[in-house]
Nanobody, 115 residues
Framework: QVQLVESGGGLVQPGGSLRLSCAAS????????MGWYRQAPGKQRELVAL???????NYPESVKGRFSISRDNAKNTAYLQMNSLKPEDTAVYYC?????????WGQGTQVTVSS
């Protein structure tokens, strides 16, 4: 089992920045990938950033150049740096970990971009 605790969400004005954190605990060895998804009201959950064990990253066009995922192995923590935020980035953001053949999710953290 892997437990994930997210933090860093909140209210930010358009053009602002936020950094989300995802602390992993439990059976954290051999994690294949860590990432972030988001879900806006009435919409499907979508990938916003993925970091694989070999260091590869993947971003959708909607956030490319604005969002950046990183990982601190010593702290077992993944980060999502979000810059130039737009109102359409408003959503609940979920941390995701893929280990062996199982995916694990955090509880989600709300990000609201509004003036």
């Amino acid at each position: 089992q892997v437990q994930l605790v997210e933090s860093g969400g909140g209210l930010v004005q358009p053009g602002g920045s936020l950094r989300l954190s995802c602390a992993a605990s439990g059976s954290i060895s051999s994690i294949n990938a860590m990432g972030w998804y988001r879900q806006a009201p009435g919409k499907q959950r979508e990938l916003v950033a993925l970091l694989t064990s070999d260091g590869s990253t993947n971003y959708p066009e909607s956030v490319k150049g604005r969002f950046s995922i990183s990982r601190d192995n010593a702290k077992n923590t993944a980060y999502l740096q979000m810059n130039s935020l737009k109102p359409e980035d408003t959503a609940v953001y979920y941390c995701y970990v893929h280990k062996a053949l199982t995916g694990y999710w955090g509880q989600g953290t709300q990000v609201t971009v509004s003036s």
